[in-house]
Structure formats: C-alpha cells, structure tokens
C-alpha cells in the first residue's frame, strides 16, 4: 500500500506556474493556431488547466502511451494505446506532458510525432525529473525541476490512485 507521505508543490503553486506557461505559450504562438497533444492518463488535469488559460485557436487531441503498467519504475519500453485522432502535417504542436523522468517515453513520441511533418514540435511538462534522464530530450516548457522521488496527484497516478489529489505529494510504500 502506498500513502502520501508529504506535498511536494501546493495546488497554488501549480496553479500559479500553469498561468505562467500559459501566457509564455499564448505570447510565442500570437495569431497561429495550435495542437496540444495531452498524454494520457496523467497529463488530463494538466492540459485541462493550461488550455483554458490561453487565448489562442487550438485543437486538442490525445495519445495514450504505456511504459509503467501498474509499476512504480518505468520498463523503458513504450507502447502507443491510442494514436492521434487528427492530422498534424503542417501544424504547430506541443505535446503535453504530466511528467519527464527517464525520457524514453518523450523520445519515443517526439520521433514518431516529427515523422509527421508538423511545421513545428515542442514539449511543455508540469514536471522535470532531470536526475533521471536516460536520453537528451529537448523541453521547452517546464513547469517544475523535482528530485528523483515518486510523486502523485494533479493527473499523476501510483497504481491508479491519487490523481484526484490537488497538489502534487511524495508517496512512499507503507507496510
């Protein structure tokens, strides 16, 4: 069994830090149209906050992508579970993420996605775990540098649990 042990980022934290991106989004992206590509499950609450904070034509879509199953340690292996509903040839595109631990998944993507001819790719995350990178992986959005602990709530799960948590908190396996 898993417990929350302590917050880690209050909800006014994160909902101070989403405004901020968003703004910096909506200022770089001024009079274009953009597709924000949120990757399920964890990134739902995320995009759900950010996108309504920008002024911008948007497009949303998502992917599903498993690389931890019921596993608090990523396999480092990535299986798409659902691909894009709409094409982005040609398209602004930030993919949004809840969380950048090893990298793998967001490399993965990130190749598959630029295969698609998008006029331009970037990545904003909610959370950056840099201590853990596997693989250089370009982030140009990042709401938080967090220590190499595991961590829910905001979207973010532990064995499907937590993601109605408010703020992001450490977890740690209780006996």
């Known amino acids: 069994m898993y417990k929350i042990t302590d917050v880690l980022i209050s909800e006014?934290?994160?909902?101070?830090?989403?405004?901020?991106?968003?703004?910096?989004?909506?200022?770089?992206?001024?009079?274009?149209?953009?597709?924000?590509?949120?990757?399920?499950?964890?990134?739902?609450?995320?995009?759900?906050?950010?996108?309504?904070?920008?002024?911008?034509?948007?497009?949303?879509?998502?992917?599903?992508?498993?690389?931890?199953?019921?596993?608090t340690q990523s396999s480092g292996v990535v299986r798409i579970l659902k691909d894009l509903d709409s094409d982005i040839e040609g398209k602004n595109v930030i993919i949004v993420e809840d969380i950048i631990d090893t990298g793998l998944t967001l490399s993965y993507l990130r190749e598959n996605l630029m295969a698609r001819n998008p006029k331009s790719l970037k990545i904003c995350t909610l959370l950056d775990k840099p201590e853990r990178r596997k693989c250089d992986i370009p982030v140009d959005y990042v709401g938080f540098k967090i220590p190499d602990k595991f961590i829910v709530g905001y979207g973010i799960d532990c064995g499907e649990k937590f993601r109605n948590v408010p703020y992001i908190g450490i977890v740690e396996k209780q006996d």
Do not use: H, N, W
């Open 12 to 71: 006014e934290e994160i909902s101070k830090k989403v405004y901020e991106l968003a703004k910096t989004i909506e200022k770089e992206y001024k009079g274009e149209e953009v597709v924000f590509v949120g990757i399920l499950k964890g990134a739902c609450v995320f995009i759900s906050d950010i996108i309504r904070k920008i002024d911008l034509d948007i497009c949303l879509d998502f992917m599903a992508v498993s690389s931890y199953g019921m596993s």
